[in-house]
């Protein structure tokens, strides 16, 4: 559990034999800064992110860099908390191999011309939460980004910009989607899980829903 304020960076990496590899951080509510990767998860850890308070946030200052890296069979569930980078929220390294992020709840965000999420590798899975890139008209940027060694599943959740892919695989099968362009700006329908549609709401967002099945 934070008990304060902290200007650090958590690393959980090469354990020693015998150690504990499941942990959980509990923000509670409190912040946590780093100029560097503010959270550091590789070698096996699985690591559980929760904010029992509401207001704890995981912040890096780093440019160009990431407020959580996971790389090297790293694991990292995030259930709540704010997260935020100039440049990437989340960032699967390419050397990730069999790491993964899941996200059941919480927030992703990065300004215009950053990288929410960054699958380089291994699996990415979101059931809920808000993933945000706040791309202005015209701008740059990505929600998330599927490099040819990543994946990504998508079940639910809050998702505002481009979902793309440089070669990794893509299944959407719930969520809304809101771009800042115009309601076409970034979702593909070859994205859709089998058997899943998407409807245009009255704010222009996407919903995806599942289609009726046949008796």
């Known amino acids: 559990i934070i008990h304060a304020d902290a200007n650090e960076s958590m690393t959980f990496n090469s354990p020693a034999e015998g150690a504990i590899l499941e942990i959980t951080i509990d923000l509670n509510g409190f912040t946590v800064t780093s100029a560097e990767s503010t959270l550091w998860v590789s070698d096996g850890y699985i690591v559980t992110v929760e904010d029992s308070v509401g207001t704890g946030k995981i912040i890096s200052t780093n440019a160009g860099g990431e407020a959580i890296a996971i790389t090297r069979n790293g694991h990292v569930i995030l259930e709540s908390g704010y997260i935020y980078n100039d440049f990437c929220a989340v960032w699967l390294y390419n050397a990730t191999e069999n790491g993964t992020f899941v996200m059941n709840g919480g927030t992703l965000e990065v300004p215009n011309g950053g990288q929410a999420l960054s699958v380089g590798a291994g699996k990415a899975t979101i059931n809920g939460g808000k993933i945000l890139c706040n791309k202005v008209p015209n701008g740059g940027g990505w929600n998330t980004l599927v490099y040819a060694n990543g994946a990504l599943e998508i079940t639910g959740g809050e998702f505002l910009g481009t979902i793309g892919t440089n070669g990794g ?15 076409n700006d970034g979702f593909r329908n070859e994205h859709l899980a089998v058997g899943y549609s998407t409807k245009v709401n009255a704010d222009g967002s996407i919903t995806v829903y599942a289609l009726p099945t046949s008796l």
């Open 169 to 183: 695989p893509i299944s959407i099968s719930g969520g809304t989607f809101s771009y800042p362009d115009d309601p």
